[in-house]
């Protein structure tokens, strides 16, 4: 029975269709590591380069899952503590 369900897996093309469509589980997983690497580097570093390249990938992110927009203004409150805590000390910039 399994080879018979094997075989009509293989040349069902609806099943490949449905599981690659239904189930983003793999390309959330890269999506989500490359944003939150390249979160890491903007809060390492400050040039405009990786701010962009977080941007997109946050942006792709939230296109993949949309319940991660949520995430979208904790991960601009994060960026900007290192800001906020050298203004209150008086040595960062405006």
Sequence with gaps: MSIVAG???AV??????HDG???ENAVLA???GVCIWLLLRVARSNPRVPWFAA???LALTVLTKANLALFVPLALFWLGRPAMALRRAGTGVA
């Design 55 to 57: 941007g997109v990938a």
């Design 30 to 32: 890269f999506a989500v």
């Design 7 to 9: 075989v009509y897996a």
């Design 12 to 17: 069902y093309p609806y099943f490949a269709w």
């Design 21 to 23: 469509v239904l189930q």
